[in-house]
């Protein structure tokens, strides 16, 4: 193999090597970007349902009466309809 050919084969390697570089650094094009109106609303949701699984510990492990009880679950069901 001679100088020119040798040249012609490290230019080839390198384009392709940049080639492959760049096609791997770009996101997938059916893949939204973190920072979406998607996302930020997956995160409300997930503290909305973060608060409420809370909400539901403390009311399930507090040693109250069965009435007391009661008036706890409607009260919640009212912050929820608001």
Known sequence: MGPFEMVVAIVIVVT???IVKARMS??????????SADAARMRE?????RERVQVL???ITDNHSSS???????????????
């Open 57 to 59: 510990e403390r009311v």
């Open 16 to 18: 392709v090597g940049s």
């Open 45 to 49: 949701e997930i503290r909305t349902l």
């Open 26 to 35: 770009q996101p997938a094009p059916d893949q939204p970007p973190a920072d």
């Open 68 to 82: 007391s009880l009661d008036r706890e679950i409607e009260r919640l069901r009212g912050e929820d309809r608001n």
